[in-house]
C-alpha cells in the first residue's frame, strides 16, 4: 500500500501491528472506503500469508426486535 496522507499512514501502521498478532482483526467503515483491500494487504504480510482468507460483509443489520 502507498498513501500520502497522515491518516492512510496511521491506517497502514496499524495494519502493520494487526499482522504482527494472530488475534482476529475487525475492520470497519463506509462503503467503498477500502476495507477489503486493508484486509487483503493484512493478510499477505502476515503468518496467514497464503493461507485461506475469509471476508465477512456484515453491511445487513440484524434486528433483534430490541431496536425502535
Known amino acids: ?3 500520502a ?4 499512514a496511521n491506517v497502514i501502521r496499524l495494519g502493520k501491528r ?5 488475534i ?11 476495507k477489503e483491500m486493508i484486509a487483503r494487504a493484512i493478510q499477505g504480510e502476515s503468518e496467514r500469508a497464503g493461507r485461506a482468507y ?5 453491511s445487513r ?3 433483534t426486535g430490541r431496536d425502535p
Open 24 to 34: 482476529p482483526i475487525l475492520i470497519e467503515g463506509e462503503s467503498g472506503v477500502g
Open 54 to 58: 475469509l471476508d465477512l460483509h456484515t
Open 61 to 63: 443489520r440484524v434486528s
Open 1 to 3: 500500500l502507498i498513501a
Open 5 to 8: 496522507s497522515p491518516g492512510m
Open 18 to 22: 494487526g499482522a504482527a498478532s494472530s
